[in-house]
């Protein structure tokens, strides 16, 4: 329908066309019609130049059609056919075309500017950027603390942090760390987080840099009144008893006027209290000895050498070393490693110290249940490996899983209290992390998750 006028029109001008040719091959073969064949030729030349010049008119008008289309530029809009369009069809159809293209590039801009003025009214930074660090996205959190309108380069962000722009060039996707920085005297602290997008068959990294110093502060806040806490009731635990018992024991050495009272005045079960109170106040004086020992050593850890071995050289000697204790409670155990997770890159003997210690407290959560069982599992998720605990004890109460991580609270009668909170340390060291997931009656998973290490950074460690 669209070429229908065209192929009418231009099939007339062929019938004309052959109709002459005809009247002239007619015409010159008669000796007396020299002047009407030439006049024939002449209308055959003409009628051939506008047939050219008709099918070239319909052509630039199709071309600067299709061109316009290409071009974007929607706002034109083509002639009707009686301005000298040929294609008449064609251009209600291209007019329709470009109504819909202008409406849908309205409605493409109206998304576009919605969803900046959303991404720019995010709190956290938010950049994105190609591999050669040409940023395609900043949000106004950014642009406001580079005091910047435009960031074009990650380049800019080194107002930050000097060493910024090469750290995020490096980021792989699912990689998170934290990042002090300082800006106009300001001490920062963001904790980043990378993920990957893929646009227009580009790839991108889109980097979330949130300012912890707030939430850091009140957690470090609330944690020191937690450690207080315990540390207070710890040491008036000590303190109190011997207290009282010295109290006492200076009064049974006084006379009723404050003088001295000798030792052979004492009777045989004043003698027995003395020395039943001495022993006492040794044996919390040595507790209170103890506990100072144990909170040096939440402060003294070594640093961790990283080195690669295979999860089943860790596993293995410590479910061998605590076999007895299993055994004794008839605790079955499983062990899971998957094909992805063959090497974990850490201080295997600080690894091995956190194990142990969770493992006895899984064998300790599991005394009195029925069919009890631990699973020993290490899986790879993103650039993570992670291996995890999972007994199906007595759990923990919802009231106490907060606690857990504070030095020196335990549930335990004879618990020191600084297993998780060591444990918590060793991963710190390796910049990893611990979580601990328990519903009470049903059992505890407590998972290690360990960051990826490429092989330049096990170099330089």
Request: net charge neutral; with cysteine; aromatic share 6%.
């Amino acid at each position: 329908m669209v070429f229908k006028s065209f192929r009418v029109r231009l099939v007339i001008r062929i019938i004309i066309l052959s109709i002459v040719i005809g009247g002239f091959t007619f015409f010159i073969q008669k000796q007396d019609y020299y002047f009407t064949s030439i006049e024939l030729l002449i209308v055959i030349i003409l009628l051939i130049v506008e047939m050219v010049y008709f099918v070239e008119r319909g052509y630039r008008q199709l071309n600067n059609m299709l061109q316009s289309v290409k071009e974007k530029d929607f706002n034109i809009s083509f002639q009707p056919a009686n301005q000298g369009i040929i294609f008449s069809s064609l251009t209600q159809l291209l007019n329709e075309l470009t109504d819909s293209y202008r409406k849908v590039r309205i409605e493409k801009e109206v998304h576009y500017q919605f969803l900046n003025h959303i991404v720019d009214q995010i709190n956290p930074l938010l950049v994105c950027y190609d591999n050669a660090g040409v940023v395609k996205l900043a949000n106004l959190s950014l642009r406001k603390l580079l005091k910047s309108k435009d960031v074009k380069n990650i380049n800019a962000l080194a107002a930050i942090n000097n060493d910024l722009p090469q750290q995020l060039l490096n980021l792989t996707e699912g990689q998170e760390f934290v990042l002090p920085a300082r800006h106009e005297g300001e001490i920062l602290q963001f904790a980043l987080s990378c993920s990957s997008i893929k646009l227009m068959d580009k790839q991108y990294r889109l980097v979330v840099m949130h300012d912890i110093r707030i939430p850091l502060q009140e957690h470090e806040l609330e944690s020191y009144r937690k450690l207080i806490r315990v540390l207070t009731h710890e040491i008036m635990n000590s303190v109190t008893p011997i207290l009282s018992l010295s109290e006492a024991m200076n009064e049974t050495l006084k006379q009723p006027d404050n003088s001295p009272r000798l030792l052979e005045n004492l009777t045989e079960q004043e003698a027995a209290d003395l020395t039943e109170g001495y022993r006492a106040i040794e044996v919390r004086s040595r507790a209170l000895m103890r506990f100072v020992n144990d909170f040096k050593s939440l402060s003294k850890l070594p640093e961790p050498k990283i080195q690669p071995f295979s999860p089943e050289s860790l596993l293995k000697p410590i479910i061998a070393l605590l076999k007895p204790a299993l055994d004794a409670k008839s605790i079955k155990i499983s062990m899971s490693i998957s094909k992805e997770a063959k090497t974990l890159h850490a201080d295997k003997d600080l690894v091995e110290q956190v194990l142990i210690n969770l493992m006895k407290n899984s064998i300790d959560a599991l005394g009195s249940m029925q069919e009890p069982q631990i699973d020993l599992e290490v899986y790879k998720s993103g650039s993570k490996v992670t291996v995890t605990v999972t007994d199906n004890g007595m759990g923990i109460r919802d009231e106490n899983l907060d606690k857990v991580f504070v030095p020196f609270y335990s549930t335990k009668t004879h618990g020191s209290g600084i297993g998780l909170s060591l444990s918590q340390q060793i991963m710190r060291l390796h910049n990893g992390s611990i979580s601990l997931k328990s519903i009470e009656g049903k059992g505890t998973t407590v998972s290690l998750i360990f960051p990826h290490i490429n092989m330049q950074q096990l170099l330089v460690l």
